[in-house]
Nanobody, 121 residues
Framework: QVQLVESGGGLVQAGGSLRLSCTASGNLIRLDAMGWYRQAPGKERELVANITSRAVPTYADFVKGRFTISRYNLGNTVHLQMNGLKPEDTAIYYC???????????????WGQGTQVTVSS
């Protein structure tokens, strides 16, 4: 079992900042890319940012210049620094990890439980 635990969500005013963190744990033998998705009410889930095992980041256009994804030395923890938050950023943010489980040797995209980010006007 691979477990992802997110933290750092909360309520913030427009223009404010939040820092999300996610740590992967459990019986994983390989951890490749990690990233963040989000889903707002009535909207489809969308990619926010991703960082590969070679530390190459990608960002959705709507967060470029505002959000930064980081992961030190291919560790099990990924961060998402969110600056200049807007009301339209309000969503549940989900951590993801491309990981291979021990025992089954099954490679899957694993999901955290999500953390709520609410940005007030």
């Amino acid at each position: 079992q691979v477990q992802l635990v997110e933290s750092g969500g909360g309520l913030v005013q427009a223009g404010g900042s939040l820092r999300l963190s996610c740590t992967a744990s459990g019986n994983l033998i390989r951890l490749d890319a990690m990233g963040w998705y989000r889903q707002a009410p009535g909207k489809e889930r969308e990619l926010v940012a991703n960082i590969t095992s070679r530390a190459v980041p990608t960002y959705a256009d709507f967060v470029k210049g505002r959000f930064t994804i980081s992961r030190y030395n291919l560790g099990n923890t990924v961060h998402l620094q969110m600056n200049g938050l807007k009301p339209e950023d309000t969503a549940i943010y989900y951590c993801t990890a491309d990981a291979t489980e021990g025992g089954t040797f099954s490679r899957q995209l694993h999901w955290g439980q999500g953390t709520q980010v609410t940005v007030s006007s």
